[in-house]
């Protein structure tokens, strides 16, 4: 039962994630800022990447474009979320141009978007 409830979560998981990726606009990192509170795809090249691993929830940092410290635009993998990746994200997406799709939160002054499955993001 409990696979089966799991499998559930999961698939819906995914529906949403689809759902979200047709009806959210494609903007560059620098844009993200303008869409704090919607939905919409993030395009850009994988500047920094950091899994850290001793911060409390392990976030995992994909910085768009700028590494940090200069970041413009941030992908967040929470450390229980790493789990559904075959490989680890920051060595996976490090250098490369991704699009990510989800809901634009501010952090800091700064727009990010958190990653729940690998489904959120593409390689272009």
Sequence with gaps: MKKLLSWTCS???????YSAVLAADTVSPAEASSYIGQKATVCGTVASATFASRTKGQPTFLNLDEPYPRQIFTIVIWGSDRRFFN?????????KKVCV????????????????????????
């Design 11 to 17: 698939l819906l998981a995914v529906a949403f994630t």
């Design 87 to 95: 490989n680890a994200p920051e060595v996976l997406y490090r250098g």
């Design 101 to 124: 799709t989800g809901l634009v939160k501010s952090f800091r002054g700064k727009p990010e978007i958190t990653v729940l499955l690998p489904s959120q993001i593409a390689q272009q």
